[in-house]
DNA sequence: TCGCTGAGA
DNA sequence: GCTTGTCTCAGCGAT
């Protein structure tokens, strides 16, 4: 018999797949990076070998015979970390799926079951190659029996092979010597004693001449170094308890059977499910070159004649259920939106996806043809699938629909896994499974997704048709997720209608005055001009502040400035540090001035500047799919961190203005996350706090610090203020004492205190963390989650971060509920009661809004109304309003 | 592309 | 002994 076999040692791969790799985790939660490395390093031994056999071999948990007696020698092993202990079945599992034989018995060594496998498989007269992370495998190196050893070098796998001649060459000893080897000089990650004082070179050279450990005690009177004669002499029973231990034993109870390991298609349809399920999306591709488990990609027909093109759209109005992709570009200067196509999806009788299509824009079907369509498909039909609706309702202005009757799988997919950034269709596709799409960047091949403009018509039919058809072909899988994580109610009537709102807020803009940010921009280069002369003299040369790294050297190297290195890549020049290390230098000072001034002058004054469009005013880009706890994002610009601590900083409000005839309403809650949290946690003091109606950090202040209420000072405020938020945050004694410039002890005690005055907070917080470390997520009050893999990482400060962000993310998150539910409903008010007035921005607490003269009364009211109404709590939701003629007086 | 820095809640 | 308050976005320099 020929041919070749591959034997793994599926432990210690794994293990070095673990070590080797960053983690990585699906959706869920679970860790799949050991997992991932394993499948890698499995296939590029594969692709090497071809090998007619695999078989993989595992240890059982059962502790074995060699375990036993070195434990009992000496203490155990390092525990394998959790996050690579479920790793195990998993792979057992994926090996399952893959069709791939796993060989295990109770009492005996991966290692013992790899030897007797390759001496039975050799005696069939197989060429075997075992790969292991395991040097004691050397032992078994034959002219047939071949040692692969793994190590992950950068990033990338290196394989090292060993045959009995490579071992000799290696090591100048036979493989069976290794085993002497080890029995002279131990092994302490093994647990393997071996003879104290005896190495490598003593033992090699011993063994060289004596060729065993039992013949070199024979001789040992003659063995030269004086200290390793008497070592062997008096550890010689130690020697032959390790020589034990590190002999594989190549006589295990186990069989080889050929028949199953026999390679055959690995790629089965359950392989692939699982490695779809684990996103492992790279390997996903090894299945395409299979065609057993190739599944037909979706067709997508393009249709361009307008008789055949109207047909369609009416039938899309007809159905009970459609995908539909609307491919268009809005100009950001314009404002105007271009249509390039729509992209279509219908379903068949069985609730399956029955054609899709797509209608470019041009000839007879105009763009306004096609908008038109999306108008009545939306106003039509049951229920709408698409993916980013929000970008569908601006190009088509749509009105608000009934509730349950557009279903956007991007927002789906983000209520079901807030945490990852990719929520790319052909993501969404994989995920649920649905027939396979091709992906953006196997389209365009290429990373970037090309704009609309740019698209060859024939790609763009691809792109949007795909992006429709996975558009109804996932959403009965994602909506029956929503339904059970009894996250459907958060979908439908939050996030949902909030698109409206967001696409509203995103058309109106806000009108800033170009001319004078750019005044304001000149001041700042004046500032920034003086600084900087300042700055280089004295330091005594020019350089570039705004670079860390010569800044660094500046201060810390010529400047001898104390204070030492503090980031990986150097010196830490953070303000914090800086105000730490010298406060009164006055180079100090000048940098910390030029970095405002620089910083007003890049991000505010100039990147605001260059958003303006043709209508005076900036439109910024509101996300609703991007943070891990359920706010909303701005980018393009991010109109959500507009300054406004400093005076200089906060200037800048003044270049936003109202249109004309109109002013500034802004309302802002009142510590609503520190009521979110008097209300989820039902502490009794904390809700009375709030009854009284008094400025509730001098409350805390009065109750923490023991003093009557009138009697607080000012530092006791600003301290109970500093423990209010931190408690909301997860805080640590060490991180509050930073905030409040105290020692570390004084801050423990202060959250001792708080602790101790409301003790229904601490109890609350313990028990976030708990159920959160049970369920593996935290939960909003109206049901939004937040996965939390964390908490169970091995890692001490993973690990408490997780608790930090299990106590952080219901409280940020249920407040953020609380305001999108706000921003619904004042929105409706001022549609339903046709005011003029419009929000324009939000800012994570607050709403702006651009009021028309004559309503402000009506609208403060509404706000008034629907802000403080919008949730139920144990304590009021109070608000604060002003109004204004620029942001400036408003806020 | 990554890390640092700093603006906001 | 080690770490150290949440969530973001943008600009810059170094790679």
Redesign the pocket.
């Known amino acids: 018999m020929s041919g070749k076999i591959v034997l793994i040692d599926g432990h210690s791969i794994l293990n070095r797949a673990f070590y080797g790799l960053p983690d990585l985790t699906a959706s869920g939660g679970r860790h799949t990076g050991a997992v991932y490395g394993f499948l890698n390093i499995l296939f590029k031994i594969l692709e090497e070998e071809q090998p007619d056999y695999l078989t993989v071999a595992f240890d059982t948990h059962a502790p074995t015979f060699r375990h036993k007696m070195y434990e009992a020698y000496k203490g155990t092993r390092h525990p394998m970390p959790e996050e690579l202990r479920e790793q195990v079945p998993l792979t057992q599992e994926v090996l399952k799926a893959m069709g791939v034989p796993i060989v295990m018995k109770e009492g005996f060594e991966a290692d013992d079951i790899l030897g007797t496998l390759s001496v039975k498989a050799e005696r069939e007269g197989l060429d075997v190659s075992v790969v292991s992370g395991d040097r004691d495998l050397l032992q078994l190196a034959t002219e047939k029996v071949l040692i692969r050893i793994p190590r992950t070098k950068a990033g990338k796998t290196e394989i090292t092979d060993y045959h009995a001649g490579d071992v000799e060459e290696a090591y100048g000893l036979t493989p069976p010597q290794i085993v002497e080897l080890k029995a002279l000089m131990g092994d302490t990650a093994d647990n393997i004693p071996g003879v104290p004082g005896i190495g490598i070179k003593t033992a090699t050279k011993i063994l060289k001449e004596y060729g065993t450990v039992e013949n070199a005690y024979a001789h040992v009177e003659n063995i030269r170094p004086q200290k390793a004669m008497t070592a062997l002499r008096d550890h010689y029973d130690s020697a032959l308890l390790s020589e034990k231990l590190a002999k594989i034993n190549t006589d295990s109870p186990v069989e080889l059977d050929l028949e199953k390991a026999r390679l055959e298609n690995l790629f089965t349809p359950e392989a692939y499910e699982m490695f779809r399920d684990l996103g492992f999306k790279k390997l996903l591709t090894r299945f395409e070159a299979d065609p057993a488990a190739e599944k037909r990609v979706v067709e997508v027909r393009t249709v361009t004649g307008l008789q055949e093109a109207d047909a369609l759209l009416k039938k899309a109005a007809g159905t009970d259920r459609a995908g539909l992709y609307l491919l268009q570009q809005t100009d950001r200067k314009s404002g105007k939106c271009r249509v390039y196509g729509l992209g279509l999806s219908l379903p068949d009788q069985k609730g399956g996806v029955g054609g899709t299509y797509y209608i470019p824009a041009g000839g007879f079907v105009t763009e306004n043809l096609l908008l038109d369509a999306v108008r009545r498909i939306a106003g039509e039909c049951p229920l709408l699938c698409t993916f980013g609706f929000k970008e569908m309702v601006r190009a088509a202005e749509l009105p608000e629909s009934a509730e349950g009757s557009v279903f956007d799988i991007k927002i789906a997919a983000y209520l079901l896994d807030p945490l990852t950034s990719d929520y790319s269709f052909d993501t969404i596709a994989k995920d649920c499974g649905t027939e396979r799409v091709l992906s953006a960047e196997e389209i365009f091949q290429s ?1 970037k997704i090309p704009l609309p403009e740019q698209m060859e018509e024939d790609k763009a039919a691809v792109y949007a048709g795909e992006t429709a058809f996975t558009a109804l072909a996932a959403q009965p899988l994602l909506e029956r997720k929503l339904e059970e994580n009894g996250m459907l109610a958060l979908f439908r009537g939050m996030e949902m209608p909030l698109v409206y709102v967001l696409a509203d807020m995103e058309r109106a803009g806000i009108r800033v005055l170009p001319e004078e940010l750019e005044q304001y921009g000149n001041r700042l280069t004046e500032g920034i001009r003086q600084v900087e002369a300042s700055v280089y003299e004295q330091a005594g040369e020019t350089f ?1 502040i ?5 800044l660094g050297e500046i201060l810390f190297e010529k400047m001898k400035l104390p204070g030492g290195k503090k ?3 150097g010196y ?5 540090v800086l105000e730490k290390l010298a406060p009164e230098a006055p180079i100090v000072r000048d940098i ?1 001035e030029y ?2 001034l620089t ?1 007003l002058k ?2 505010y004054a100039d ?1 605001l500047a260059s958003f303006i469009a043709d209508d005076g005013r900036i439109h910024s880009v509101f ?1 609703q799919t ?4 359920g ?1 909303i ?6 109109l ?7 005076e200089l ?2 200037q800048i409000r003044k270049v936003f203005l109202p249109a004309e005839g109109f002013v500034f309403l802004d309302a ?1 809650y009142s510590q609503i996350e520190l009521r979110v949290l008097a209300h989820l946690s039902g502490d009794r003091k904390l809700i009375d706090a709030y009854k009284m109606e008094k400025d509730i950090h001098a409350i805390t202040a009065s109750q923490v610090f023991h003093v009557p209420f009138d009697q607080v000072t000012p530092l006791q405020r600003r301290n109970a203020k ?1 423990v209010n ?2 408690i909301v ?8 004492a ?2 409040l410039g105290i020692s570390r002890k004084e801050a423990a005690e202060y959250i001792e205190q708080y602790y101790q005055t409301y003790p229904g907070i601490r109890s609350f917080l313990e028990g976030l963390v708990t159920s959160a470390r049970e369920k593996g997520y935290s939960e909003t009050m109206y049901g939004r989650r937040r996965p939390m893999p964390e908490l169970k990482s091995s890692n ?2 993973q690990r ?2 997780g608790e ?2 299990a106590k ?2 219901p409280i ?1 998150g249920t407040a953020a509920d609380i305001i999108k539910i706000a921003m619904i409903r004042v929105n409706r008010r001022l549609k339903q009661e046709k005011l003029r007035s419009r929000l324009i921005l939000q ?4 709403l702006l809004l651009e009021t028309a003269k004559d309503e402000l009364e009506t609208v403060s009211r509404i706000l008034e109304e629907e802000m403080t109404g919008a949730a139920k709590l144990a304590v009021r939701l109070e608000i604060d309003m002003h109004t204004g003629n620029s942001w400036y007086e408003a806020k």
Do not use: C, W
């Not at 705004?546 to 010569?550: G, M, V």
């Not at 994002?633 to 991010?638: A, R």
């Not at 800012?843 to 607050?846: G, M, R, S």
């Open positions: 990373k570039n705004n670079s860390p790294k010569q980031t990986k890549t830490s020049t953070a303000a914090d910390l970095r405002q910083k890049s991000t990147g996300h991007i943070t891990a706890t706010r994002s701005s980018t393009d610009p991010n959500q961190n507009i300054p406004v601590r400093m900083g906060r802002d500093a938020f931190g945050y997860g805080i640590s004694s060490f991180g509050l930073e905030d001490f400060m408490q971060f930090r962000v952080n993310a940020q800012v994570h607490d607050e």
